[in-house]
């Protein structure tokens, strides 16, 4: 199963979990699969069936440009992250 | 494109120092930059900037300067399409370039006049009416989070992990990142340091001002020429304030004097459109003045920045909790989340929280500034470092090697580190030349700081022609900051296996290269320079394929190597030389493009020394010596990699001691000249010794790492390290200028 890493200011809504583990082929079944879950989860993720442009999505240590529709392998490490500014 | 690549290593032309090819072209003045366009019938145009920096405009009247003989056009908010239903960033990003209702800083554009001439446009300024209720005025970050400020921007929501409150707030977002548990962590700890740290807003401080000119054509194409970081950029920005198609606007790039981040927004570009376009189509140029540069394009962030750490007795780190506030100035988007990524970037440390808050103020809207945020949140953590390692009694960089992550640690984000050279870094450090010599004399310390920068992939395009003398002609997409246009020009000399010199290089503007990114995130070498290793890898297989020709065999009986074709059947040898003059009858031209997005860029570490002497009467602090030790992947071009380390020093040491922007109560900025506004000179400035560490990068064919940002972070740091340990204060405010030094000392004194 994909290991997520669950952002800091979401972890309210895993009652305090900061990994959770989740089977799910894609980061959007992953993000369905986590509001299934955790109520709440998927639009605070999401907005208009994409991934909010503050966040960034992490498989396996690189960040994704496919984001929603980035597949996983069953042992994936998912991260959401603050996207960085500046540059 | 392949992301697994093994960085090869014996190289031909990676590694050597060839002249740059725009070297003669400057400093005889023949290169061309944003001043040097002219254009038949060209008008100039300059901006009526708000003297207030917080005020609404209740009326603004054009007219009587329009009247003005020589006059041709004035613009202002109203000639900007309507952002009704626009998303709140393109709104600001067309207010910024003339306010609409509100100014939000000293210096905010009104309006804009075009003329025959710029001393007509200059008077004609002053015929423009403008009515102002002033407003109270905001510049302290903590102020403006008070929940009882005067709120800059009305529809201004404060955004939370997906959230959005429900009032109005100067607070656009709050960030945080964590792992483990904080408070468990504290309480194992023998010692902790808690401290508070403040940053002054600073100026990227790039010699040439901004500048542009515009064609609005009959047709509704858009042509511009200025000084920009990214040419796409400049399109993409000018599309969304104009409300145009990105097809209908080519922008031009020019050489550029400086950039350090400070030129990928835009400022006069959509002006100048705006005037050609109600100038009957007379192009129009607009050249910044230096204080217009200071008061009104994009500096970097003030700060406040809490920091608290603590260690086993053993020495190894055990939590860490930052509070980092960054001023965005008038308009959301500070680098407060690259400065929450850096601070506790270089050590392992397993209960961590990292809060970020951006924050609007009234000043210029923020824009990057090398490896910005990193600077600010560096100097806080690696202060606080410095103290505890005292406490510990521990040697700093024993410390380091202690607590530094190497391959494979997490970051406080959970985010695993690639391969990374920190400890071979801290390594060299210690057996660098100055750390060995001995600082004697009064007054006089040592101070070394870590530095970390996350660099950044990004797209990037580049497109190649061989010429009939075998000779290649490349068009890549990154403008040309420092060295950029060498060190990829010798990736694809490297991959043809062809000398340098066959390597023709020109920068293309929008209609001539596939899509960049701009020349940022110390990105060009790194990505633009996989995208020619790529275009290399297609030249080379149609190359092969005449030669196959010309053989009568098949392609793969054709090897090529070291700029030679060979038959594997008959074992003949053909130069590419001697193969290019055979295209016409082969086919025709061979070309290649290529455009690619890699995303394993690898961090960049470095540790910085400092040895300062202090003025005990004056507070003037004199830098004796510097060294800067960085991990730079693999060096393409090792002399201008030490450029970079000495440039991005140089711009810390000025951060760290002496550059600030100084408001009076009314929000209005004093020092808007380079005689007040104090950057570093060749006088304030010893050597700076560097020593390039080679860890390569398996996320790049060459083991390319970006080296530009990195160096820039740890400077103020080690600057304060050293001044502690030459007069006994700790310093906890950017820049340690003469006043702030002696104010530092009196208090000890009266302590």
Same mark, same amino acid.
């Given at each position: ?18 990994? $959770? ?37 992490? $498989? ?22 603050? $996207?960085?500014?500046?540059? | ?147 009882? @400020? ?10 939370? @992990? ?325 060190? *990829? ?251 702030? *030094? ?10």
């Amino acid at each position: 199963m994909a290991v997520v890493y669950v952002p800091s200011l979401l972890r309210s809504l895993t009652g305090g979990l900061a990994q $959770v583990e989740v089977a799910a082929g894609s980061v959007r079944e992953l993000v369905d699969a986590l509001e299934e879950r955790y109520p709440g989860m998927g639009v605070r993720l999401c907005e208009d069936g994409r991934l909010r442009p503050t966040f960034s999505v992490a $498989v396996d240590g690189v960040v994704s440009l496919k984001r929603l529709n980035q597949k996983l392998e069953p042992d994936s490490e998912v991260h959401f992250l603050p $996207v960085i500014s500046g540059g | 494109m392949s992301d697994k690549q093994t960085p090869i290593k014996d190289f031909q032309v990676i590694g050597t120092s060839p002249l740059r090819p725009d070297a003669v072209d400057k400093v005889t003045g023949r290169a061309l930059f944003g001043d040097d366009v002219r254009l038949p019938g060209m008008l100039y145009g300059v901006v009526l900037r708000s003297p207030h920096s917080h005020a609404r405009i209740l009326s603004i009247d054009t007219r009587k300067a329009e009247a003005l003989p020589g006059v041709f056009g004035a613009v202002t908010a109203a000639d900007l399409p309507s952002f009704t239903d626009a998303g709140a960033y393109q709104r600001y990003q067309a207010e910024n370039a003339l306010a609409n209702q509100k100014a939000l800083y000293y210096g905010h554009p009104v309006a804009a006049v075009a003329a025959i001439n710029p001393h007509i446009a200059q008077e004609a300024l002053g015929l423009i009416d403008v009515t102002y209720e002033i407003l109270p005025v905001i510049l302290d970050v903590r102020q403006a989070m008070a929940e009882d @400020a005067p709120i800059l921007l009305d529809d201004l929501r404060t955004h939370e @992990a997906g959230s959005r409150s429900d009032h109005s707030s100067n607070v656009a977002s709050h960030e945080q990142t964590s792992c483990g548990d904080l408070e468990l962590g504290f309480s194992q700890a023998a010692f902790i340091v808690e401290r508070e740290f403040h940053t002054s807003t600073v100026h990227q401080g790039y010699i040439e001002p901004q500048n542009a000119t515009a064609q609005a054509h009959e047709d509704g194409q858009i042509t511009i020429w200025c000084s920009t970081q990214g040419a796409f950029g400049v399109r993409d920005q000018v599309a969304e304030i104009l409300r145009v198609p990105v097809s209908h606007i080519r922008v031009i790039p020019m050489e550029i004097g400086g950039g350090f981040g400070g030129k990928n927004n835009v400022y006069l570009e959509p002006l100048a459109a705006l005037l050609s376009r109600k100038c009957a189509h007379r192009p129009v140029k607009m050249i910044m003045g230096y204080d217009e540069v200071l008061a009104a394009t994009g500096p970097t962030s003030a700060s406040y920045i809490k920091v608290k750490i603590g260690a086993a007795a053993d020495g190894r780190l055990i939590a860490a909790q930052a509070v980092l506030c960054y001023a965005a100035g008038a308009y959301p988007g500070s680098p407060v989340t690259s400065g929450m990524d850096c601070i506790f970037a270089p050590y392992k440390i397993p209960h961590v929280q990292i809060d970020g808050y951006d924050v609007v103020v009234n000043k210029p809207r923020t824009a990057s500034y090398r490896a910005p945020g990193g600077t600010n949140a560096n100097f806080a953590g690696e202060v606080v470092i410095d103290e505890l390692c005292e406490k510990l009694g521990m040697d700093p960089l024993e410390f380091r090697l202690l607590n530094g992550v190497q391959t494979g640690d997490r970051k406080a984000d959970g985010m695993p580190l690639p391969v990374i050279g920190f400890h071979e870094v801290i390594q060299a450090a210690q057996q660098t030349p100055q750390l060995s010599a001995p600082l004697e004399g009064p007054y006089r310390g040592r101070g070394v700081a870590c530095g970390y920068w996350g660099n950044y992939g990004g797209t990037s395009s580049a497109s190649a022609s061989v010429n009939a003398d075998g000779a290649i002609s490349l068009v890549e997409g990154s403008v040309d900051l420092g060295s950029g246009r060498v060190a *990829i020009a010798m990736q694809l000399a490297e991959a043809m296996e062809l000398p340098y010199q066959d390597i023709q290089t020109v920068v293309g503007d929008t209609a001539t290269v596939g899509y960049t990114e701009g020349t940022y995130g110390s990105r060009a070498t790194f990505a633009t320079g996989w995208a020619v290793y790529e275009l290399a890898q297609s030249l080379k297989g149609q190359l092969c394929e005449r030669a196959a020709l010309l053989w009568d065999v098949e392609p793969d009986q054709v090897g090529y190597g070291k700029g030679a074709f060979t038959n594997r059947v008959s074992a003949e040898s053909m130069s590419l030389r001697a193969l290019a003059s055979h295209m016409d009858e082969t086919g025709g031209p061979v070309v290649a493009s290529a455009s690619v997005h890699p995303s394993k860029e690898g961090p960049a570490f470095g540790v910085h020394i400092a040895d300062v002497e202090v003025d005990p009467e004056t507070g003037k602090v004199s830098v004796l010596r510097y060294t800067a030790v960085q991990d730079v992947g693999k060096a393409i071009h090792p002399i201008y990699v030490e450029g970079q380390i000495q440039g991005g020093v140089a711009q810390g040491i000025g951060w760290g001691m002496n550059e600030e922007y100084v408001y009076d109560e009314q929000g209005r900025l004093l020092n808007a000249s380079l005689l007040d506004y104090r950057l570093p000179t060749s006088l304030d400035l010893p050597m700076i010794e560097t020593v390039l560490v080679e860890v390569p990068n398996p996320g790049h064919p060459y083991g390319v790492r970006g080296v530009g940002e990195m160096p820039i972070v740890p400077p103020p740091a080690a600057l304060a390290n050293a001044i502690y340990r030459a007069v006994g204060v700790r310093m906890q405010i950017l820049p340690m200028s003469p006043p702030r *030094i002696l104010e530092a000392l009196w208090e000890k004194e009266r302590n």
